[in-house]
């Protein structure tokens, strides 16, 4: 029975409680590990110990004994499953051959050797202790600039310089306008390798159907089709014999934008023992095995005219790659030279890119994936330039800043900036701030002896990733909007949410558009054999491409509703309103749950229409959206440990027009406690020998309840002319402005001790040495 | 080798025959069939597994079955009555205090212990009592403010 | 995330668990250290005996003027319950910063510092209190001091077979002063150093003074040379810098990605001062 139209009031931009929330809280969503199958089987994975190693042989006899154990295979069992794939290209760059196990050699610890299969996954675990390699250990390096030094250990010994690119972008003229400047400041900046670590780990359940010759893969991914496509061709089945399945999904962060040995593994298994198989990653598999994220060493130099004016920027930018290309891995840094003048009117940019291989697990995306490196960066030369020309940083970020006039903007390293009010957010943090009183407590504490800081960040960053030919696989998103027989609205998008609350936005934007109560909406998405063909959820693109998409979509589905509306009325004048078609003449109407009954009862159609009431958009964003926002971050520095207080945390951001509030403070509140993380606690640290010395949450710290300050979140809205809903995404902001803000906030705490640069994460101990030592 | 155990899981007697080392966890999700409670690492330390055993907040990835033989479980699943969401659940649900899902369970089993010892918990004492449990999305804060908002609804 | 597998003991009585434990067996308690290296396989007993129904462990009461702390006795009671947040409120400082809520609800004192692990919460204050640990073995019941139990990393002076059964430490005085300073590891929730301190004044001098610390070095230890130094001072400011400076002296500090030696040096002289200034201040 249809239901009856009483949606009046606009969701756009309304506080409501998301959709996804009921299964959340109750713990009966599903996610892979949730997954229980008839005779289904367990794997459990052989990691080497080795950062680099020769495998002389493996007997796996004493795995097999095991009663219980069905299957173990090794490197030579898989030599034909194609390789791990990497998707980025640049000129010139070394992609080695990225077995899906280990050959007869070992790149990083953890690097995935055997898999035992058993009934139970304590039997298969139990198997593989009982797996005897008989190992060679290589010398390995662990760090990417004595991976550059003459005579270091190959990581491949193909390639014995371990360059794995080099990448050059120029704009302007850069030597003349530093031979030109009145200043020009350097500085060698880090941004430290990080763990992702989603709370879900990686898992992936298999399931071959012999009949169909078809096989299923249910992945913690973010990318469920682009997973299918590139894992069907490196089992060599048919894709349309792959079926991928996203179901609930734990966290990603940019870890699960991949494509990962383990998900065709498990696809090979299943093929192989007839059984359905799952492979769940243990937390420590996770930090070894799972991509990281970050592993920049960038040395910049800016420089300006003596009224602050910033004329030119350098950047020389090594990238820790790892021991492979995962999917993105050689991408990511480009986008952090995108990105390198940030918010600012800089036409002069040069930047060298060199990447470098180590003992390591590969980099990859991780939250702002790229842009938080460009924005810590060139947050930080503005601080030191700042500093260095005795000026507020606040007044020289506003006399460089790129004006709302000037937009759309072309910036020297080709990107067309789409909106941008960059006073605006600045003006109300400092104002939330009271960063004129900041500045005059600031002079009491340090004429108490105190060390107070104050930092500030104004950033920009790339979203909604974005237009077709500046991505890797199609930059596009797609949706399928249904209006069942009874009115109800079911929409498939081909973005794969996993936290972002989309199955509430998208149904916030649906119920306005089509004028139905959001109860009436449900938004379907991760699995491959229900929705159309698209790319995923990351780059804070969900919304701002799949949102646009199915705006698209019902765009379609109105103007044949109006077309039997106007059949059904009897009129020629019109218009959709409010979840019903009123007669411009007589107003008299039906609603859209009539109009949907009739469309598939189909006794008459309109003209050139055909039945049903279904509509698929891909669309293509002309642009990306270029997102920003101002975040002042307060700190007192306890001069005896080093222990850093963080006193305030104010967050102005601009995502564009803001469609729940609710999330986008939530994506700001994660994204802020990430960029803190990386500022203050996290740090992926390998010995020299390449062993992981941060493998378990004792000794890596994902930042506690107690470490997180309460942060003053507000907003400013300047629309993007790039979609019609006018929103920029939202999902990576709080972290890109986060890390520089809390950086400079440190650095000015212990500016009166002559410190100009402390690296990441900031612990007690570095403080506690620079206070001590001075100057860093 | 395998022991007999008999335990109360959300008020349901469940006896089985486990071996010594089958975690708690594994128990509650695999034998009992609730996959609330997750699996997040393996050395206590991210709470997405909490559950209360005889009314105390524990780590059931850090228990053995066998430890809870005779004891009184309950998990998520176990926390609404007669349909009615707990008023914790509600206050998660209506200030956005989980994303992705994950820590949730275990969050709010924590949560549910903090307002249990202490009905009306500062900012404080509420991140103090959630601290044994990571979460990577939220940043924590509207978590802060679904516990606070439970706490005024028990206590009114 | 798998253990190997154990046989599994629940003896009802403590001879019977004394019996069980014969022949390399581990003894369970709360099994907040032991269950994790189990599932990390850094572990792996063949035999477990699980003490929770062995009558008697998990009391606190009051006798001679001490309050005696039975092994099964949980962080969350020790923290929580009042005969002990008055009578050794030190002790009950120290378990109140151990982990978290979930933690602190199973692990127990015994199976603590049984563990002995280098950067655990409750030496310091077991060393500060001259605390008496109860050891029974199946030759009979034997006592030591905090200072002889403690021997060296995740080292006990127990001997195979024995067990912790009790842990004593003295009723306070009215105007003892107490304090448990600790810098905190973020991630593990451990101690980068702890310093517990007991202090009384007499006549506006101080007249005891105790001080023990954890995570410094191998063990945790009892720095009698700061105790030395403060006792018969005023308890000034300048009394307690000095005392401080020397507590990590003729100490191997340890080493690890988490903090230097020198810094945990200089943080167990922080926190010692810190935890003196506190105690000093309770004292009155």
New interface residues.
Partial sequence: MASTVTKTETLFGKRM??K????????????V??I?MPGMHHAVILRSPYAAARIRSIDTKRALELPGVAAVFTGADVKDVGPVPCGASLPGLRVPHHHVLAQDRTYFVGHPVAVVVAAD??IA??AV?RIEVDWEPLDAVADPEKALEAGAPAVHPQWPDNKAFDYHQEHGEVDKVFAEADVVVKQRITSQRLIP?????RGVVAEWRSGEKALTIYTSTQIPHLMRSLVAGMLGIPENKLRAVAP????G?GSKLNVYAEEALMGFVAMKIGKPVKW?E???ENMLATTHGRGHVDYYEIAAKKDGTIVGIKLKLIQDVGSYHQLLTPAIPTLSVLMMPGVYRCQNIRADIVGVFTNCVPTDAYRGAGRPEAMHGIERMVDILAAEMKMDPAELRLKNFIQPEEFPYATATGLTYDSGDYDKPLKKALEIAGYAKLREEQRAARSAGRLMGIGLSTYGEICAIGPSPATPAGGWESATVRIEPSGKVTVHTGCSP????EETTFAQIAADELGVDIEDVIVLHGDTAIVQYGIGTFGSRGTAIGGTAMYFAIQELKAKIKRFGAMMLGCDEVRFEDGRCVCGKTGKSVTIQEIAAASYRAMKLPPNTEPGMVATYFWEPPNFTFPFGAHIVVTEVDK??GDIAVKRYVAVDDCGKIINP??V??Q???????GLGQAL?EEA?YDDSGQL??G???????P?????P??EDSNTETPTPVNPLGIKGVGEA?TIGCSPAVVNSVVDALSPLGVRHIDMPMTP?KI??LVRGGAA | MKRSITLQINGKTHTGEVEPRLLLIHYLREVAGLTGPHIGCETSLCGACTVTVDGKAVKSCAMFAVQADGRDVVTIEGLASNGDLHPLQTAFWEEHGAQCGYCTPGMIMASKQLLDRNPHPDEDEIRHGIKGNLCRCTGYQHIVNAVKSAAAKMGA | MIAQNFEYETPATLDEALDLMEGGAKALAGGMSLIPLMKLRLAAPEKVVDLRRVPGLNSIRTADGRLHIGAMVTHYELESTPLVRTGCPLLAMAAATIGDVQVRNLGTIGGSIAHADPAADYPAALQALEAVIRIAGKGGERRMSAAEFFVDTFTTALEPGELVVETSVPLEAAGTGVSYQKCTQPASGFALVGVAARVIKEGGRVSLARVGVTGLAGSSYRAGNVETLLVGTAGGEEDVKKAAAVVAEGKEANSDIHASADYRAHLARVYTARALRAALGMAG
């Avoid at chain 1, 670590?197 to 780990?201: N, V």
């Avoid at chain 1, 996993?498 to 609350?501: A, L, S, T």
């Avoid at chain 1, 378990?696 to 994902?702: G, L, N, P, S, T």
């Fill in positions: 409680k998301r996804e929330d009921p299964r959340l809280i109750t713990g009966t969503a599903t996610y590990d949730d229980q996954r304590y675990r139990d202790d670590c989603a709370m879900e780990t609930e999904v734990g966290g962060f769940i243990s937390r420590r996993h936290g972002q609350g005896e440990t609710l999330i403070a939530g700001i509140h994660g994204g802020v406690a990430q606690y640290v010395m941060t378990e949450f004792m000794d890596y710290c994902v506690k309840s107690t470490m997180v309460w942060i709080g101990e506690w040495k």
